[in-house]
Nanobody
């Protein structure tokens, strides 16, 4: 089993920055793709950014790709999300996820960390 714990969320003014971290324990995630998702109240959970197990390839949707950067440190079993130029519409719960090496589905989830961006 994999346990994921997010940290780094908080309250920030629009235009500010935050760095989220997600630390894995229980089983190494060095062979798992990993991703950040977010969910605002009343909305579906959506993908924010993803990174392959090696860290060599990343993906982020157009809405955040110029502002958010995903990275990972497999030696530390930790995933990061650097968020710059935050907007009020970025306010959401942010969730870390790891894929099951068998099948590739995102089976493992953290409890989430809240990011609130004020105007």
């Amino acid at each position: 089993q994999v346990q994921l714990v997010e940290s780094g969320g908080g309250l920030v003014q629009a235009g500010g920055s935050l760095r989220l971290s997600c630390t894995a324990s229980g089983r190494t995630v060095s062979r798992s793709n990993m991703a950040w998702f977010r969910q605002a109240p009343g909305k579906e959970r959506t993908l924010v950014a993803a990174v392959t197990w090696s860290g060599k390839s990343t993906y982020a949707p157009d809405s955040v790709k110029d502002r958010f950067t995903i990275s990972r440190d497999n030696a530390k079993n930790t995933l990061y999300l650097q968020m710059n130029s935050l907007k009020t519409e970025d306010t959401a719960g942010f969730y870390c996820s790891a894929s099951n090496p068998v099948g590739g589905r995102y089976d493992y989830w953290g409890q989430g960390t809240q990011v609130t961006v004020s105007s």
